[in-house]
C-alpha cells in the first residue's frame, strides 16, 4: 500500500494497492480488485473488502466503474454495487463515506483532492483515455461540485514507466496528428520504427494545462515488478490468458 504526502490530509483516506495481501491465486495472486478479470467473484468481493480494511475504511462503500479508455466521468451522491457500475473512466464526489476506485493495470491511476471545496475524484488514464480527455472531463466534473482547479492536489499511482512502454510508429503518429508538440513525450527505441511513451509525463501535461498544477507522481512501474503489481502488457508479453488489477481509493472521511 503506497500512499503520498500531498494526499495526507485529515479529511481524506488514501492508498494505491500493490498486488499483494488478497486470497486470489495463479496469475491473479494474489489482491485481484478487477470483475473484469476471469478470477472468481468471490475472491474479488473478498479482496476489495481486504483493501478497504487495510485502509481503515471497512464499513465504507467502494464505487467503481466498468472501465472503457473514455472520457466519461461520474459524479456520485449514492454509492452503487458493482453489478450496476456505469460506464466510465472518471469518478468524483463531495460526499462522505463513499471510496473512489480505480482499476489498473499498466494505465496510469489519478486521485484527486481539492481541500477547500472538499472534493475528490479519481481516474482511470491509459493512453487512449489520456489523450481523449478523461484528465480534463474529471477536473472539470471536481469544477462542478465547486472546486478550483488551481487548489486540486493530483497525484500519478503506479503505472507503466517509459523504460517499459516501448510503442511503434502508428502509436506515435496518433499522438503526433493531435499535436506535433507531443514528440516530446517520445524518445527514440532500440529498433528502427520503435518509440518509448512517457505515460506519467504526459499525464502531468494534460493535468498542467487545465489548470492543476500540484501534482506528484509515485513513479513505481507495474511492468517491470511482477511481484508487487499487476500489468497487461507483462502479461500479454508472458503469453498470459488474463492478469489481475490494482485498486488506487480515496475517501472522504465522515
Given at each position: 500500500m503506497i500512499t503520498t504526502p500531498l494526499l495526507t490530509h485529515p479529511a481524506i483516506a488514501h492508498a494505491f494497492f500493490g498486488r499483494q495481501g488478497g486470497?486470489?491465486?495463479?496469475?491473479?495472486?494474489?489482491?485481484?480488485?478487477?470483475?473484469?478479470?476471469?478470477?472468481?467473484?468471490?475472491?474479488?468481493?473478498?479482496?476489495?473488502?481486504?483493501?478497504m480494511q487495510a485502509l481503515g475504511l471497512p464499513d465504507v462503500p467502494l464505487v467503481t466503474t466498468t472501465q472503457t479508455h473514455s472520457a466519461i466521468v461520474h459524479a456520485v451522491t449514492t454509492p452503487f454495487e458493482p453489478i450496476n457500475a456505469p460506464e466510465g473512466d472518471g469518478l468524483v464526489t463531495n460526499i462522505k463515506n463513499i471510496a473512489l476506485g480505480v482499476q489498473t493495470a499498466d494505465c496510469a491511476p489519478i486521485l484527486f483532492y481539492e481541500p477547500q471545496a472538499q472534493v475528490i475524484g479519481g481516474a482511470h488514464a491509459g493512453w487512449k483515455g489520456a489523450l481523449g480527455g478523461i484528465l480534463?472531463?474529471?477536473?472539470?466534473?471536481?469544477?462542478?461540485?465547486?472546486?478550483?482547479?488551481?487548489?486540486?492536489?493530483?497525484?500519478?499511482?503506479?503505472?507503466?514507466?517509459?523504460a517499459s512502454y516501448e510503442v511503434d510508429s502508428v502509436f506515435y503518429q496518433t499522438f503526433?496528428?493531435?499535436?506535433?508538440?507531443?514528440h516530446t513525450f517520445f524518445t527514440e527505441?532500440?529498433?528502427?520504427?520503435?518509440?518509448?511513451?512517457?505515460?506519467?509525463?504526459?499525464?502531468?501535461?494534460?493535468?498542467?494545462?487545465?489548470?492543476?498544477?500540484?501534482?506528484?507522481?509515485?513513479?513505481?512501474?507495474?511492468?517491470?515488478?511482477?511481484?508487487?503489481?499487476?500489468?497487461?502488457?507483462?502479461?500479454?508479453?508472458?503469453?498470459?490468458?488474463?492478469?489481475?488489477?490494482?485498486?488506487?481509493?480515496?475517501?472522504?472521511h465522515g
Open positions: 486470497v486470489s491465486d495463479g496469475v491473479y495472486a494474489s489482491l485481484n480488485i478487477g470483475y473484469g478479470s476471469k478470477d472468481t467473484r468471490e475472491n474479488i468481493t473478498q479482496n476489495r473488502a481486504l483493501a480534463e472531463a474529471t477536473v472539470r466534473a471536481m469544477e462542478g461540485l465547486g472546486a478550483a482547479a488551481e487548489k486540486i492536489i493530483a497525484v500519478i499511482g503506479p503505472c507503466i514507466q517509459p503526433l496528428a493531435q499535436s506535433a508538440a507531443y527505441g532500440d529498433t528502427p520504427l520503435k518509440f518509448y511513451f512517457d505515460l506519467p509525463s504526459f499525464v502531468r501535461f494534460r493535468l498542467y494545462n487545465c489548470g492543476v498544477t500540484k501534482i506528484d507522481d509515485v513513479a513505481e512501474d507495474t511492468v517491470s515488478q511482477p511481484e508487487r503489481f499487476f500489468s497487461f502488457r507483462r502479461a500479454t508479453q508472458q503469453g498470459e490468458t488474463d492478469y489481475g488489477r490494482e485498486l488506487s481509493v480515496i475517501c472522504l
